[in-house]
């Protein structure tokens, strides 16, 4: 490809919002332009780099046995309601009406045409296992797109279903998965930590995603330094000591005025905020008050309080006539004589003696509270955030907390989709069963980004080359000067390109600084200068993009290495 011919321009200044190396460096580059708030174009740089991320893909799930497809983008509404997720998911999902007045929807993901089309083509056991994939565009109406392509609202991902007889067949095909995720990452450059994670609104019984640390990450990772443990913070267990053996103590009311957070509290009375109890109220979607009490130095973990509760429709704060009607104070709040809410206790603070909690009327708390001698909780779990320093739940090493960009995800899915859209088998022995679904995706854009923040310097992106757009990149300078110049870089040019092997070529009537800038900034692996001085030299000036080493090489010899590919 000619560089004059191209469909890009680069800019000499960063867009205004950015603020990672990636959105700044690929809008720059020319590969991306953005349309709207998280909806981008990729330009033909771009497109070519996301096409070799594809067959990076493409090859490790053909390898496990994948079969690709392709699923259509528009989705009847009433395939979703026969899920339930058409209710459950809120304005994320786009939602509009055909002609004929139909309720449609612009697909998130694929799990419910899986399962339609296994209920219409699977019949035995004979037909399974399966896994089927494909490439293709979802949307998601984010309310914050951030980060260039690392969180849009349009994006191309590789999703790819699994198809069982059993919860063995299930566990064989997820681990598959999980070792061609950890192929497909190394392959592009990526490191990876594999962490558990909520299920969300897939359901399921576990799954794990793929994390590149990274500081702009908008998760918060748990990481045991020995690697027996790694989790999302949203489902990081807390460890729970052996109890202390403290016997429990008379509860007492005290005066505590204006000690409204436990900060304040815990210096009123000069006791350390492990020896508080905190609670926290909440209302459901379907509008149940939740009162969760943590020990005072943790924080309350909305997603584990949210599946412990099994909170339809999510959680939001609740206010203070929501408390105070169920018999709580706010900022002196416990469920000590509370009524008409649910009471979550997280189990670091069951196991925690003679706590100070709130006594329900403004200026008071109480000393030495107890559970369940003081209130019933209707729940025991964990739902406290872990934090740096707690003891691993796995070996007792302290944990480190760090921030993740998501690369991909994997979950068990289990029966649920078969089960609501009516899938099933003949078995063996001549029973009915529904197929075990599992559903692993990754986002080809945020990918993209991810390999930019881990490969570039400050001159610009430095491809890998199993997926840099093109291998090398050729620089002609002087050409329109200097008869000998044009002639080899022309020739060089057209002896790779008739080779079979594209290569990028800077043929424009620019200045060296220019033409170097943009080399540099554009990222291919290989930068090949055709000068009167590499000429003079003995050929063509060869530069390694992520080490910077140079030497000057014959042009046959530099032909014969870009040819053989």
């Known amino acids: 490809m000619r560089l004059s011919r191209l469909f890009f321009t680069t800019l000499r200044d960063d867009p205004a919002d950015a603020d990672m190396a990636s959105h700044r460096l690929l809008v ?13 174009s990729l330009l033909p740089l771009g497109f070519r780099v996301q096409q070799r991320i594809e067959q990076v893909i493409r090859e ?75 490439f293709q ?33 299930l566990d064989r095909s997820y681990q598959l998965h999980y070792e061609a995720y950890r192929r497909i990452f190394e392959r592009l450059g990526l490191a990876t930590v594999a962490v558990g994670s909520d299920v969300g609104i897939m359901g399921g019984s576990g799954a794990h995603e793929f994390m590149v640390v990274n500081p702009h990450g908008e998760d918060t990772l748990v990481l045991c330094p020995s690697g027996d443990y790694a989790a999302n913070q949203q489902v990081a267990r807390v460890a729970v000591p052996p109890p202390t053996g403290e016997e429990p103590l008379a509860a007492e009311e005290v005066a505590t005025p204006g000690t409204e957070t436990i900060a304040t509290l815990a210096a009123f009375l000069d006791v350390p905020a492990s ?31 949210s599946n412990a509760a099994k909170a339809v429709g999510g959680l939001r704060p609740a206010t203070a006539e929501e408390i105070r009607a169920a018999g709580m104070e706010p900022g002196y709040g416990s469920p000590v004589g509370a009524h008409d809410t649910l009471v979550v206790l997280d189990a670091l603070a069951a196991a925690s003696p003679n706590l100070v909690g709130g006594a329900n ?22 739902i406290a955030n872990a934090r740096a320093g707690d003891p691993c739940p796995e070996c007792g090493a302290p944990v480190t907390l760090a921030q993740g960009i998501e690369v991909g995800n994997i979950f068990k899915l289990g029966t649920d989709f078969t089960r609501a859209l009516g899938a099933t088998y003949l078995a063996e022995d001549g029973s009915r069963h529904h197929p075990v679904m599992g559903s692993y995706g990754i986002g080809l854009g945020r990918n993209m980004a991810c390999i930019v923040e881990a490969h570039h310097d400050e001159k610009g992106i430095v491809w890998p080359a199993s997926v840099a757009p093109y291998p090398a990149h050729l620089v002609a300078i002087g050409a329109n000067r200097d008869p000998a110049v044009a002639e080899a870089a022309e020739g060089l040019y057209k002896r790779v390109t008739d080779s079979g092997v594209e290569i990028l070529y800077d043929d424009r009537d620019e200045s060296p600084g220019v033409k170097f800038t943009d080399a540099e900034l554009l990222g291919m692996p290989m930068i090949v200068t055709v000068s009167p001085r590499s000429l003079a030299a003995g050929g063509a000036e060869v ?23």
């Not at 969180?151 to 069982?164: H, L, Q, T």
């Not at 390694?544 to 590919?565: H, I, K, N, T, Y």
């Open 28 to 40: 720059r580059a020319g590969y991306v332009r953005q349309l709207g708030s998280g909806i981008y």
């Open 60 to 134: 490790e799930l053909d390898a496990i046995g994948g079969q690709e497809m392709e699923m259509p983008v528009v989705h009847p509404a009433d395939l979703w309601r026969q899920s339930g997720r058409y209710d459950k998911i809120g304005p994320e999902m786009a939602r509009f009406k055909d002609r004929g007045e139909r309720d449609m929807v612009l697909a998130m993901t694929h799990e419910e045409v899986v399962a339609d089309l296994v209920r219409d083509i699977v019949n035995s056991y004979r037909q399974l296992p399966i896994i089927v994939y494909h």
């Open 137 to 169: 565009t979802k949307f998601r109406d984010e309310p914050r797109a951030r980060g260039g392509l690392i969180r849009v609202r349009e994006f191309v991902m590789k999703d790819s279903y699994s198809v069982d007889a059993d919860e063995a067949g």
């Open 275 to 305: 020896r508080t109890a905190k609670a926290a109220f909440f209302v459901t979607g379907d509008g149940r008050l939740v009162t969760a009490v943590v020990r005072g130095d943790f924080e309350v973990n909305e997603t584990k309080l």
């Open 361 to 382: 009327r403004p200026g008071f708390h109480l000393r030495n509270l107890n559970a369940p001698r003081d209130f019933s909780p209707d729940l025991t779990v964990d």
């Open 543 to 565: 530069t390694d993009r992520a080490s910077g080493d140079r030497s000057v090489r014959p042009l046959a010899e530099v032909e014969a290495e870009l040819a053989g590919g």
